[in-house]
């Protein structure tokens, strides 16, 4: 079945520093959405990329679908204590919605 | 947004007793919910899809004899852990979603059998 590979698994960066988590299928996908879960929450959704090429901003973050429709990022410039977290990709198969592994943002002090 | 309720947030049970959790979907009808379960510091694994007045299809791996779910309703599904052992003590989470559109999470539940 359809997998989506997430890295890195986990990323340590001081406060202030970027960050990126990237997603790879090996299917072309109709859309990519992008989660956050905080320690000790559950999932809350932040984003859906549909178009080929696309991206989108919301402040400090910027996810990008690639041309091919195979992959996305997510990239995160200057880190806050508050964007510690899971960061998971998500991608519609047989109108479930199948998970990567995540990616857990640690943001040293 | 919309919002799905899940109760309760968390649960202690004794190694042999069955333990029900509620999914709600509070503000739209889900003719499909979703069940899955996460394991400290990793991923959401997908354990079956309850489907309104009919069968939930369960993800390849998953018993459907030790997880029961019932989706009586568009608005509610339930997951019965039953007979639970020490290694059913996990977090699991429900989600609603209309097709092809972001999912819309519980809070969770975190299981603990002693």
């Known amino acids: 079945g359809q997998q989506v590979m997430q890295i890195p698994q986990y990323q340590h960066v001081q406060e202030g520093e970027d960050f990126t988590t990237y997603c790879n299928s090996s299917t072309t996908l109709s859309n990519i959405q992008w989660y956050k879960q905080r320690p000790g929450g559950h999932p809350v959704f932040l984003i859906q990329?549909?178009?080929?090429?696309e991206v989108k901003k919301q402040k400090r973050l910027t996810f990008q679908f690639g041309e091919a429709k195979k992959n996305s990022s997510l990239h995160i410039t200057a880190t806050q204590t508050t964007d510690v977290g899971t960061y998971f990709c998500?991608?519609?198969?047989?109108?479930?919605?199948?998970f990567g592994k995540g990616t857990r943002l640690h943001i040293l002090p | 947004g919309a919002v799905v309720s899940q109760h309760p947030s968390r649960v202690i049970c004794k190694s042999g007793t069955s333990v029900k959790i509620e999914c709600r979907s509070l503000d739209f009808q889900a003719t499909t919910m979703f069940w899955y379960r996460q394991f400290p510091k990793q991923s959401l694994m997908l354990m079956a899809t309850?489907?309104?007045?009919?069968?939930?299809?369960?993800e390849q791996g998953v018993e459907k004899d030790k997880f029961l779910i019932n989706h009586a309703s568009l608005t509610l599904s339930t997951l019965t852990v039953t007979s639970a052992h020490p290694e059913d003590s996990s977090f699991y989470i429900c989600?609603?979603?209309?097709?092809?559109?972001?999912?819309?999470f519980g809070q969770g539940t975190r299981l603990t059998v002693v």
């Open positions: 989600s609603a979603s209309l097709p092809n559109t972001e999912a819309f």
């Open positions: 998500g991608v519609n198969r047989d109108d479930k919605i199948i």
């Open positions: 309850s489907n309104e007045g009919s069968k939930a299809t369960y």
């Open positions: 990329l549909v178009k080929s090429g």
